[in-house]
């Protein structure tokens, strides 16, 4: 007798919270499924439907299991019987799954009419907002709950749990988890034959990129602010780029295009986490260095640049989880990389912490960061400990990308008072809309600028104690350093982050140093150079010709001294409101010259003229009227990138 009430106990627990968890990923989908039609294939699409649906529904066995658990002590107990109890507890989780689901209906109903613009809540009012809603929707949920109870309808809908309906569906619930895991594994990506590994010398290869890290905010780029003491002393002994542009104006397609060395409307990567797709998936410069002996490795601390999430993490001998502070982000993140599911489930698990770093600070206000620079490179020293030579290994370091949450000694160092310590109190002072700000708020902008800079000031002394360990232990003797960033950040223009179709400088001029082996003295290099140059030269360093399909030329020759006849160009585009599958309609490509940028609406094929000016000035950013550069830098992008065109330029 026990064991029928405790089975059906669990029963209807797990039965109501598969109910829950199935609505949830249903709006989930439902809502983001236009995002996944921009840059996911309906096979991709569905695996991850599936892995998703496979996990809500086993964290609903847990759940369900562990309730049961708990209560279990009360059900069996001396006195009323347990089916009396069995009911009252139905009674309790039917009305907490009832709450539970429409908290979560009435969440997406918000949020889709705030996206379609029916609503505007902003930043400043939103958790107030949120909290009122929440309220408002306790009451009327409490008084249905007195009308439906008095009229037996809740016992009715709870009774509707018990018997052959609740068996049934618990059998259907751990057939179709076990089923969709099982079809997400064999659906996976099979792993690509690769060639035997041509046993050669070459150096190693250290690939160090910030993420967010705008050379406008470097000591060693002119900023009056000293934020990079430890990149200073490295650029004094290395080859320092003065004119190296990002490809794209964030993560996602600036990583693809450095480590294939294409821009993203040849690789068709666009979006945030938008993967590689067939060939492209096996053109990039980790698979060419592992067929030339070289044991690649890698330490990604955001999940929208880790390899796993750009559909190319074989390419990789060793791939770790990216290191992020928070226990159930780690565990959660470890726990799905390692588990044989699809490409497609892995890189959704890899926005688990990147989400829970997102939300944590914006609700709780917390301010300590999640993803302090340190744990990058701690983890990158564990990788080094594994590795052999030649070696390649690329450290992305997420800070300083915002939150930016310095810690003391580097707390207070340029901004004395305590503002804009939490992610809450950032965006309520900013009064964000889009990336946007208003002129009014550029004094406070101004004071986050400084608390990005002191984010950067630890980003680098992590950046010198690695070195400093690497340099003590031996390690770069035969190692070319290379220290990079994926995209910068403006504060200034009206423009707040990164991203967007406004190419600002601040966003798109990023740093590049290089040291080769052995090197002892430095050199400026002031030539105007992408980032779709980065995996030529890496190759080239290692003694590899450059692959035909690469866009970029490698950049050994000006490490050796030598000029190039041609004038050079830097490309950036930014194309996410066109889908991967489809012609480019709409987006900017921007063209650089060195002291000139053109950005030209795809659309419109309208473009504007800019003067640039020194690494450190403001209000830089004024349309110039110069007709003939103007038509030169326009016919320029059209016969670079005529595929997104079409003809009649």
Known sequence: MRYRVLRELWARLTTLAAVVALIAVALSILGGIDGLLLFETGREIAREIGARVAIALGLAVLLGTGLTLVIAPYVLQRGQSAAERLVR??????TAA???GSCVLTG???????TVGLLHITNRASIYTWDALAAVQLVLFVFWHRRTARRGELDSLSGSLSGRFTRRFVLLTAAGGLLTGLSAESAAAPTRPRGARQRRAG??????????????????????????PNIDKFARSSHRF????????????????MLTGRYPSSVHVYHYGGPLHGSAAERTLPSQLRLSSYRTAASVANPGAHPGCLGFGGDFDILPAPPIKDFAAREATQLFHSAPLADEAARASLFVPYMLEQLSPRLFGEVHSTFPPALSFQQAQLILTELSDPFFLWVHVFA???????????????????????????????????????????????????RYDEWIAQSDAAFGDFMQRLEAGGRLRDTA?????????????????????????PIVHIPLAVRLPGQLHGSVITTVVDQTALAPTLLDIAGLATPSWMDGRSLAPLLRGERRDAPELAFTQFLVPNSVFGRIRR?????????????????????????????????????LENTALHASLRQQIFGRFPDAFGSGA
């Not at 290869?205 to 000591?219: E, G, K, P």
């Not at 290379?482 to 400088?505: K, N, T």
Request: proline share 7%; charged share 15%; glycine share 10%.
């Open 108 to 114: 997406t109903g918000i949020r889709w009419a705030t």
């Open 400 to 450: 300083p990308h915002f939150p930016y949450q310095p810690e003391p000694p580097y707390l207070h160092r340029f901004l004395p008072t305590n503002e804009l310590r939490t992610h809450a109190e950032f965006t309520d002072m900013i009064d964000l809309s889009g990336y946007s700000y208003r002129a009014a708020k550029q004094p406070v902008v101004d004071k986050a600028r400084l």
């Open 242 to 257: 003065t004119n190296y542009y990002a490809a794209c104006t964030f993560t996602t397609p600036s990583i693809a295009s």
């Open 587 to 623: 987006g900017t490509i921007g063209v650089i010259d060195g002291g000139h940028q053109c950005v030209l609406d795809i659309a419109t094929r309208h473009s504007d003229l800019y003067g640039l000016s020194g690494s450190g000035g403001s209000n830089f950013y004024r349309p």
């Open 481 to 505: 350093v290379i220290v990079s960033a994926d995209h910068g950040e403006s504060f200034q223009q009206g423009f707040l982050g990164h991203g967007g179709p406004q190419q600002l400088r």
């Open 89 to 94: 507890i139905s009674r309790l989780a039917t």
């Open 98 to 100: 009832l709450l539970a």
């Open 203 to 228: 150096p190693n290869i250290l690939l160090v990129t910030f993420d967010a890290l705008s050379a406008q905010d470097m000591s060693c780029y002119g900023y009056y602010l000293p934020t990079t």
